[in-house]
Nanobody
Framework: QVQLVESGGGLVQAGGSLRLSCAGS????????MAWFRQTPGKEREFVAG????????RYADSVKGRFTISRDDAKNTLYLQMNSLKPEDTALYYC????????????WGQGTQVTVSS
């Protein structure tokens, strides 16, 4: 089992940047596929980006491709999401997720961090 805590959200103007962090507990962080999802009120949680256990492969939603970068530092038990060229439609509650088998249906979630992009 892994516990996750997100941080780094905030208010930013359109075109700006933010870096989200997700700190994981335990010594087996590198056993998990990791992912970022986001959710806005009244909508389902949607996939943003995922990374394999080794960190060699990543995948992005089309809406963020070329603007967001997912990365992990297993020595620090931390997952990152670098978000550049932010748009108002990126406004959402961002969650990190972890799963030993895949990144598209995590079993473990953090509590979320709010990102608000003003126009």
């Amino acid at each position: 089992q892994v516990q996750l805590v997100e941080s780094g959200g905030g208010l930013v103007q359109a075109g700006g940047s933010l870096r989200l962090s997700c700190a994981g507990s335990g010594r087996t962080f590198n056993n998990y596929y990791m992912a970022w999802f986001r959710q806005t009120p009244g909508k389902e949680r949607e996939f943003v980006a995922g990374i394999t256990r080794s960190g060699e492969s990543t995948r992005y939603a089309d809406s963020v491709k070329g603007r967001f970068t997912i990365s992990r530092d297993d020595a620090k038990n931390t997952l990152y999401l670098q978000m550049n060229s932010l748009k108002p439609e990126d406004t959402a509650l961002y969650y990190c997720g972890a799963d030993p088998n895949n990144w598209w249906r995590p079993n473990y979630w953090g509590q979320g961090t709010q990102v608000t992009v003003s126009s």
